[in-house]
């Protein structure tokens, strides 16, 4: 199995490669610059492990939510990639990514319930409830409310808390019964994770041709993607 995969939809750009098992990635903070970055970010993850587009299974992106223009530029990349490569795509959800991020980093930790929020500016929040299940975060419902019309549909509290919503709105962290040693609000969603779940995926049959991947952004006033034949590769 070998794909490639992408996520751009926060302040963070990044790239991952995941070959027969092995993963690479390159990534890095920096807003408003995703457009001129990602290719780039690609094209050294393929040349370092010597690796030919054309031999590429799959094309894995963050498909939202998160911020829009961030959201439709890497699902345009994708599709853009997946036409030219004739290859399928997997869409990967920023919040599953984010608590992955927590179970594969921080494998020894207890194995409960993590609330993944991004902030999604506006005064609101984009997040979900995550469990785990062998070693792989499994997203609830996705969702966007103001953090304190939160509340909670869970028993008892979750066990930790990540992204960047915890840090908008510290408040959360507090709603949700979660101290500071449970809480990650530094953290944004990585190509790492994107691909790790993307895998996944694949083995359960959910490519789909790159014409049927669609952002997913939690709130209507949007405006539609642009035509992803039309994306650079």
Avoid at 3 to 11: F, R, V
Avoid at 128 to 153: D, F
Avoid at 183 to 196: G, S
Wanted: charged share 20%; proline share 8%.
């Amino acid at each position: 199995m070998r794909l490639i995969a992408i996520e751009t939809c926060t302040e963070t750009c990044s790239a991952a490669l995941w070959v027969d098992g092995a993963l690479e990635s390159v990534e890095v903070r920096a807003p408003r610059k995703h457009g001129e970055l990602i290719l780039r970010q690609v094209e050294e993850l393929l040349a370092r492990s010597d690796i030919a587009r054309s031999s590429l299974d799959a094309v894995a992106v963050g498909r939202g939510p998160g911020a829009f223009t961030g959201v439709r530029l890497g699902l345009g990349v994708a599709q853009g990639m997946a036409f030219a490569l004739d290859c399928p795509v997997l869409p990967i959800s920023t919040l599953q990514a984010l608590a992955q991020q927590l179970v594969s980093e921080r494998p020894d930790s207890p194995s409960g319930e993590i609330l993944a929020a991004l902030d999604a500016r506006m005064g609101e929040v984009y997040w979900s409830l995550n469990t785990v299940v062998e070693g792989r975060a499994q997203a609830a419902a996705e969702q966007v409310a103001a953090p304190g019309q939160i509340s909670p549909a869970w028993r008892g509290a979750p066990d930790r808390g990540i992204g960047s919503g915890f840090a908008a709105y510290p408040e959360l962290g507090e709603r949700c019964g979660l101290g500071e040693e449970r809480l990650y609000p530094d953290a944004l969603p990585r190509a790492r994770e994107v691909a790790m779940l993307a895998v996944d995926a694949w083995a359960r049959g959910e490519a789909i041709p790159p014409e049927q991947a669609q952002p997913v952004y939690l709130r209507d006033n949007v405006a539609a993607p642009p035509s992803p034949r039309g994306a650079k590769t």
